[in-house]
Every structure is written in structure tokens, then in C-alpha cells.
């Protein structure tokens, strides 16, 4: 199926869930969306500096941005009648929050059917001990894909160096 990525640390973000929600209604579908902090963000300033622009269009402080992840992935929840949200993230404390958010507007990860009603996403080789945890049948009763990017080593290797030191 068809996918889209929200980056939290772009300030348009509410404004694109919004607009994928509303398709997805319009259309009757349901779109997976996975919600990420953002990886390309040096890039982004640049950018916006090279061409003159009078801010940036991302957050430029890591708590802004956490609390755009934060407030991004309530948006995902309250539309999962039409989003299918999908959180990456490998920080424990966001995926508790996340968790007591999904609880208290959800009231469960599991709709009637027994069908998940969001998930928690993974890189490849990170947060294994962490995300033993979330696994269904576990604590949090979550599922948790794991996910690895595709690209050639120019495009990767800044993701992966980004990773690396965010996550030790």
C-alpha cells in the first residue's frame, strides 16, 4: 500500500496531516502515515539561507521540535478513522507519552476487531532492548515495525551519521 512520512520538525506538518486526513475521508481510504522527528534538517537551513528566506521552514531547537512531535502525533490519533499512525521514534520516554496519549483518546491500542490502531516503528539495529518492550503480547501491547532506508550512500550517509548521534 500507499505511505507518506510526516517529518514532526517541519512547521507545515499539522497543515499535511490535516490535508491527508482529509483526503483519505474524501477518497474512503485509510493512509498509514508514519510520524518522525526529521533527518535532512542542516540541509533545510541551508537551503532557506541560500535562498534568502526570512526563517526557516523547520523547527531549529530540539525541544520545539519534540513538542511538534508530541502535538503531530495527537493529530494522528484523533483521525485514525482515516490515518493509520505510525510512530518512529527511539526514545523511550516519547513512546511512553505516546502510549498514555493513545490510552486516554483511544482508550486501548486494539479497535472491536482486535485490529491495532497505531504501531510503533524501529531502524534496523536500534532500540532492540527498548522496543522488546513494545512487541504485541508484551507490555504495551503495540506492534513495532522495523524499518530500514533504501538509497544510494550519498543519501544515506547523512541519515545514518544523524541516527548514530542522536542515539549513541
Given at each position: 500500500?500507499?505511505?507518506?512520512?510526516?517529518?514532526?520538525?517541519?512547521?507545515?506538518?499539522?497543515f499535511?496531516?490535516?490535508?491527508?486526513?482529509?483526503?483519505?475521508?474524501?477518497?474512503?481510504?485509510?493512509?498509514?502515515?508514519?510520524?518522525?522527528?526529521g533527518?535532512?534538517w542542516?540541509?533545510?537551513?541551508?537551503?532557506?539561507?541560500?535562498?534568502?528566506?526570512?526563517?526557516y521552514?523547520?523547527?531549529t531547537?530540539?525541544?520545539?521540535?519534540?513538542?511538534?512531535?508530541?502535538?503531530?502525533?495527537?493529530?494522528l490519533?484523533?483521525?485514525?478513522?482515516?490515518?493509520?499512525p505510525?510512530?518512529?521514534?527511539?526514545?523511550?520516554?516519547?513512546?511512553?507519552?505516546?502510549h498514555?496519549?493513545?490510552?486516554?483518546?483511544?482508550?486501548?491500542?486494539?479497535d472491536?476487531?482486535?485490529r491495532?490502531?497505531y504501531?510503533?516503528?524501529k531502524l534496523?539495529?536500534?532500540?532492540?532492548?527498548?522496543?522488546?518492550?513494545?512487541?504485541?503480547g508484551?507490555?504495551l501491547?503495540?506492534?513495532?515495525?522495523v524499518?530500514?532506508?533504501?538509497g544510494?550512500?550519498?543519501?544515506?550517509?547523512?541519515?545514518?551519521?544523524?541516527?548514530?548521534?542522536e542515539n549513541?
Amino acid at each position: 500500500g500507499f505511505g507518506i512520512a510526516v517529518q514532526a520538525y517541519q512547521k507545515r506538518a499539522p497543515f499535511v496531516i490535516d490535508y491527508i486526513a482529509h483526503m483519505a475521508r474524501r477518497l474512503g481510504r485509510r493512509i498509514p502515515v508514519r510520524l518522525v522527528k526529521g533527518a535532512y534538517w542542516d540541509s533545510e537551513i541551508k537551503r532557506a539561507q541560500v535562498e534568502g528566506q526570512a526563517g526557516y521552514p523547520v523547527y531549529t531547537r530540539k525541544p520545539n521540535t519534540d513538542v511538534s512531535y508530541q502535538a503531530n502525533a495527537r493529530r494522528l490519533l484523533a483521525a485514525t478513522d482515516a490515518i493509520y499512525p505510525m510512530f518512529a521514534t527511539h526514545n523511550a520516554q516519547t513512546i511512553a507519552a505516546l502510549h498514555r496519549m493513545a490510552q486516554t483518546l483511544l482508550g486501548g491500542a486494539r479497535d472491536r476487531d482486535g485490529r491495532f490502531r497505531y504501531e510503533f516503528q524501529k531502524l534496523h539495529g536500534m532500540g532492540d532492548d527498548l522496543y522488546a518492550k513494545v512487541i504485541p503480547g508484551d507490555r504495551l501491547d503495540v506492534p513495532c515495525r522495523v524499518y530500514a532506508p533504501v538509497g544510494s550512500h550519498e543519501d544515506l550517509l547523512p541519515y545514518l551519521v544523524r541516527r548514530l548521534l542522536e542515539n549513541g
